[in-house]
C-alpha cells in the first residue's frame, strides 16, 4: 500500500489561460493504491457522493490504464469538485506519482504529466495539463505543446469557494474561439510579468501580470457575486484577483499581512449576495508527495 497527498491546484490565474498553474498549501486529495487483478476505486470526503468510483468515469482510471497499473486505489478528497480548485486534476496526479511507484514504472515526475492529464479528458473533454503539471510537481508551472515549465515560489494566495459549482466542462463552452491582436498583446504583457513575479517571489508583479480581457469576462458572468468579491478583496489588500480555473473559486494574490482581512473580505461579499462560502489563505506550495510503504 503507497500513500500520496496530492495538492489543490488554481489554474490559469487570468493571462495564462490553459498554460499557468500554481499548487496550493491546502486542501489536497489522499490517494492509497494497492496492487489488484484489475482497477477498483472509493471515493470518500468532500463532495464523494457526485463522484464516480467507475473506473471509465472517474480521473484515476485513466491513470491506472495509461501506466498499465491495476490497482485498488483509495481516495480521500479533501478538495470539493466543480469548485475550480483542480479536484479532480489532484486525483489523478496523485494516482499518477503513486502508481508510478507502485509498480516501479521509473518515470520522471515530468513524465508523469502527460498521463495524469489522460484523466482530464474524460471530465472535461480536454487532456488540458494546466491543473495536473502543478499538483505532481508543485510551485508556478507552465504548460506548452513543448512541454513544462517549473519555478519554485511560495507566493501568499486566499482562495475563496462558494456553495455553488461550475463544471469545467461548461465553463469551456463559453471560451471564445479568437481574440483580437490588440487583446492577445495586452494578455502576453500581463503573462511576461506574472511570470518574471512569480520568479521573484513579488505579489504585486504577480497581481499586475493577472488581468485578462479574453477568457475571464466570460467566465465571471457564470458565478454570481464574483464582481462583489473581486472588489472587496481589492479593497482588503489582494494584489491580484481573478477566476481560480473555471471557478467558481476566485483566487487572490496577496502580501501574507493581508491574507486574513482579504479572507474575511471575500466571504462577506459572497454573503452579501446569499451565497455561503470557505477561504483557504495559502501559499503556492509543494507538489504531490510520497509517504513510504508502511505495511
Ligand atoms: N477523482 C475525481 N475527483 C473529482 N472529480 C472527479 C474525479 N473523477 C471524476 N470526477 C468528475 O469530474 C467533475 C469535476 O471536475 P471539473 O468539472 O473539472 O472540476 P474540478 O475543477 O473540481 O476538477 C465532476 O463531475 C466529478 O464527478
Ligand atoms: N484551464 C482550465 C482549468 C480548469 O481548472 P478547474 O480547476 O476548474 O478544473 C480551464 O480554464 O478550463
Not at 198 to 215: A, C
Request: aromatic share 4%; net charge negative; charged share 20%.
Amino acid at each position: 500500500m503507497l500513500t500520496v497527498r496530492a495538492p489543490a491546484t488554481s489554474a490559469n490565474l487570468g493571462s495564462g489561460f490553459d498554460v499557468f498553474g500554481v499548487a496550493l498549501g491546502t486542501p489536497a486529495d489522499v490517494i492509497r493504491v494497492e496492487r489488484a487483478p484489475e482497477t477498483r476505486i472509493t471515493v470518500t470526503g468532500a463532495g464523494s457522493q457526485y463522484i464516480p468510483e467507475d473506473p471509465d468515469q472517474n480521473t484515476v482510471g485513466a491513470v491506472a490504464d495509461a501506466l498499465d497499473a491495476p490497482a485498488h486505489i483509495k481516495i480521500d478528497k479533501g478538495i470539493r469538485p466543480s469548485s475550480g480548485l483542480g479536484s479532480s486534476a489532484a486525483s489523478a496526479a496523485g494516482a499518477a506519482v503513486a502508481l508510478n511507484a507502485l509498480y516501479d514504472r521509473g518515470l520522471s515526475r515530468e513524465e508523469l504529466v502527460p498521463i495524469a492529464a489522460k484523466g482530464e479528458a474524460i471530465v472535461s473533454g480536454e487532456a488540458h495539463a494546466d491543473n495536473v503539471a502543478p499538483s505532481i510537481l508543485g510551485g508556478f508551472t507552465i504548460v506548452t505543446d513543448d512541454g513544462v515549465t517549473q519555478v519554485d515560489t511560495s507566493i501568499s494566495v486566499v482562495a475563496c469557494l462558494p456553495e455553488t459549482t461550475v463544471s469545467t466542462r461548461d465553463a469551456r463552452g463559453v471560451v471564445p474561439g479568437s481574440a483580437s491582436l490588440d487583446d492577445v498583446v495586452t494578455t502576453v504583457g500581463n503573462a511576461s510579468t506574472l511570470t518574471v513575479g512569480m520568479t521573484r517571489d513579488d505579489p504585486d508583479l504577480v497581481g499586475r501580470g493577472m488581468n485578462d480581457s479574453i477568457v475571464t469576462p466570460q467566465r465571471t458572468a457564470l458565478i454570481d457575486g464574483y464582481d462583489r468579491v473581486h472588489e472587496a478583496a481589492l479593497e482588503a489588500g489582494a494584489t491580484g484577483v481573478t477566476v481560480s480555473g473555471a471557478g467558481p473559486g476566485v483566487l487572490a494574490v496577496c502580501h501574507d499581512r493581508d491574507q486574513n482581512a482579504i479572507a474575511g473580505a471575500m466571504i462577506d461579499a459572497f454573503d452579501s449576495v446569499d451565497i455561503e462560502s470557505r477561504a483557504y489563505q495559502t501559499h503556492v506550495s509543494e507538489g504531490a508527495r510520497l509517504y513510504p510503504d508502511r505495511s
